[in-house]
């Protein structure tokens, strides 16, 4: 089914409107659905103090108190920190809530899954909500509400510790409602309340729609990450307009993983130390890293990254440290290494884990001493780099196994930086989705309205093994493969090897299996060792089964079997003979 182009107007025009006025009565009708699902999830249990929603604990909290830790938060950290600190609480509280919706109401319903939010915001004794204007498209993204909101439990504490303010109060509240629909319409939507009872109204009054069609949403979506959390200095606002003008990759994210990544970076951006990240392949170790490197002093000289993986073994020390003239064949003239180049710099090294002991022991020299030759020179060179460094294996083993130098992992580890992968912070995921879409159907000069229900809720349970790479690849598929002035739909998310599923193949299908089939960034080798681990079979049994296998495929040819297996044939014989032995 194509779709039209999204029109121009900043609320979307009204061609489903009639699904959206049934839409509405069910948000307006407090009993469609009913509450007894969410309701039974409740569990009260005095004896061991405990209250659970749906598994996950809860308190119940005088509101006074939270208008008092309000009062302290505002006068300890200023007025606008301390609305970012609530606003992060309550954003990722919606996108959590989001998740709980989406699990509990199976799907089949889009506008009885989202009304889970505005129920528990009553069940809770936050806030009875009530849709004025509810248009919305799951399919293609669009969205455009406006709701009162009767007896805002936040707004009311605000009013009684602040006094009439001439702002809106319900901060955590209206982060929440935009990161639940944002989770929803996999875009950042945001909330914002235009009347409210801390400016005096008899209730709130609250307009919601995508982030790209409000004017100045760039403060809210600040407030989302923690981009307050760091003091501004001049350096660094001119590395941002720098890097706006670069067009660098931006670092986006909403979650508490992100913001305490995020974070950490900050506090050593302005240091010397090494910082060593550490995160699965994906996550996004050089975009921090360069995020680092422009929060420094030293941001206005050059990043030069390298993936020591990439490169041969026999050619590293020569790439980082230079090389003389004649130092081996090949090396025809003189020229720097990266720790030249990256000379008053940032250096980083992807993946340090693969570096060979002696180019390991340089590095180590370098780190202490500042000091190193070139490859073939004997003449002693000063650095003046902050190195980075990488590695998404598990460096403290292989130091236990002897394969990396302690001492420099040690030094490395001055500052170790974990960034957790994707699916431990799915709160990240609209906002990163948002962000593809922009910038690469900008690039590819594409029109593309956003993604539909299906796919943003897909992207929510998926456990993206290839974490945010992935996602980037993913939505760059569905962009080549989506017509112009359409949504992102699953069937072009997924991909047979040798033509592209329609809707019908998917839907006769399980959508969510065909999508991880198509997309699972594993080899066929890792496939086959998970299936092996969880056959329950010893490791002597796996052992015999497949040197059995290959002494049936080589017909007993023990050489043959050997080179299958890449077992000797001495090994292959005693095997032969112990199992006779056996039997
Ligand atoms: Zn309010």
């Not at 954003?91 to 319903?109: F, Q």
């Not at 026999?314 to 720097?336: C, D, H, N, Q, Y």
Request: with cysteine.
């Amino acid at each position: 089914m194509k779709k039209t182009s999204k029109p121009k107007s900043k609320r979307p025009a009204k061609r489903k409107g009639k699904k959206s006025d049934l839409h509405l009565q069910n948000l307006l009708s407090a009993d469609h659905p009913d509450f007894a699902d969410l309701l039974e999830s409740f569990h009260f249990d005095p004896e061991k103090a405990e209250i659970l929603l749906n598994g996950e604990r809860m308190v119940l909290v005088d509101n006074k108190s939270l208008g008092i830790m309000r009062r302290e938060l505002i006068l300890a950290l200023g007025y606008e920190r301390a609305r970012a600190v609530l606003s992060r609480t309550g954003y990722e509280m919606g996108t959590a809530d989001a998740e709980l919706a989406l699990k509990l109401r199976h799907g089949e319903n889009f506008f009885e899954d989202f009304n889970v939010g505005p129920q528990l915001h009553a069940l809770k004794g936050s806030v009875r909500v009530e849709a004025k204007v509810f248009e919305a498209n799951p399919d293609s993204g669009e969205f455009y509400s406006e709701f009162y909101w009767h007896n805002s439990a936040e707004c009311h504490a605000h009013l009684e510790q602040m006094g009439i303010s001439h702002e809106s109060g319900g901060w955590q509240q209206i982060a929440y409602a935009s990161g639940y629909t944002s989770v929803f319409f996999g875009r950042p939507i945001i909330f914002r309340e235009l009347e409210c009872i801390a400016k005096g109204y008899d209730k709130c009054f609250l307009v919601g729609k995508p982030a790209s069609e409000w004017e100045d949403s760039e403060n809210e979506l600040r407030r989302f990450r923690a981009e307050s959390y760091p003091k501004i200095t001049a350096s660094e606002k001119t590395s941002n307009t720098k890097k706006r003008v670069n067009k660098n990759r931006l670092i986006v994210g909403a979650s508490a993983g992100f913001n305490l990544t995020l974070h950490l970076i900050d506090k050593v951006a302005s240091t010397e130390s090494p910082v060593l990240f550490s995160g699965e392949s994906g996550v996004g170790k050089e975009v921090f890293a360069r995020e680092l490197h422009q929060r420094s002093r030293r941001a206005e000289k050059p990043l030069l990254a390298i993936n020591c993986a990439a490169i041969p073994e026999s050619l590293i020390e020569a790439e980082l440290f230079g090389v003389e003239k004649g130092a081996f064949t090949g090396a025809e003239k003189s020229r720097p290494g990266r720790f030249e180049r990256a000379a008053g710099g940032t250096l980083f090294l992807d993946e340090i884990g693969t570096l060979s002991f002696s180019a390991q022991g340089k590095l180590l020299r370098v780190l202490q001493e500042g000091e190193f030759e070139r490859v073939g020179g004997n003449k002693t060179l000063k650095t003046d780099v902050r190195l980075i460094a990488a590695t998404n294996s598990n460096l403290d083993m292989e130091v236990e196994q002897g394969t990396f130098r302690r001492d420099l992992f040690y030094r490395l580890n001055t500052f170790p930086v974990h960034i957790p992968p994707l699916r431990e912070r799915r709160a990240d995921i609209p906002v990163l989705m948002n962000y593809f879409l922009r910038i690469i159907s900008e690039k590819q000069e594409k029109n593309i309205t956003g993604f539909s229900n299906s796919v943003t809720k897909l992207f929510q349970q998926y456990h993206w093994p290839g974490n945010v790479r992935e996602l980037e690849n993913i939505i760059e598929r569905g962009i080549i493969l989506a017509e112009a002035g359409e949504a992102i739909d699953i069937q072009h998310l997924i991909m047979s090897s040798d033509r592209v599923l329609s809707k019908e193949d998917i839907q006769n299908k399980d959508p969510f299996r065909a999508f991880v089939l198509t997309n699972s960034t594993e080899t066929p080798a890792e496939e086959i060792g998970k299936q092996l681990l969880d056959s329950g079979l010893s490791k002597e049994e796996i052992n015999n089964s497949l040197i059995r296998a290959a002494l049936e495929r080589s017909e007993g040819n023990v050489t043959q079997a050997a080179s299958l297996t890449g077992l000797s044939r001495s090994q292959i014989n005693y095997w032969i003979k112990s199992s006779r032995s056996k039997h």
